[in-house]
């Protein structure tokens, strides 16, 4: 069964995780060979031209030590074979068209989306 997942929403949970929790979910469903496809669209598509660690969150007295890395996380994803896109005119649409994409990461239009659907057995959308 191959799964598509979708992510729209950035950063979610990094304050007080070490991931975003559905890149996490996504590396540990691999992990144990689920067929995957990772679909970034959305605030998520800044994901796709993300480089090097995020800074550390402090609130008060306490800090996260260990933020989230987007860009080694999808990099991870991508080498274990995930297919890894982002909807091209989510990059537009926030002005980050011309940045480079993560090493091995597809830009997909939004026109191509029904047929990506039609691929896969289960879409699922976070």
């Known amino acids: ?9 950035a950063f979610r949970a990094t304050g007080e995780e070490q991931d975003d929790t559905i890149l996490w979910l996504s590396r540990s469903m691999r992990a144990v060979g689920a067929e995957l496809h990772l679909l970034l669209n959305g605030n998520a598509a800044y994901y796709a031209v993300q480089q090097g660690h995020l800074p550390p969150l402090r609130f008060g007295h ?4 260990h ?40 830009r997909l239009p939004r026109k191509a989306l029904a047929s990506l659907y039609n691929s896969v057995d289960q879409v699922w959308q976070w």
């Open 62 to 65: 306490w800090q996260q030590s």
């Open 67 to 106: 933020p989230a890395n987007i860009e080694q996380d999808l990099q991870a994803l991508i080498d274990s074979g995930v297919t890894v896109s982002v909807v091209e005119e989510a990059l537009v649409e926030r002005g980050l068209a011309q940045k480079p994409s993560i090493k091995g990461l597809q």
């Open 1 to 9: 069964m191959k799964v598509l997942q979708i992510v729209e929403q």
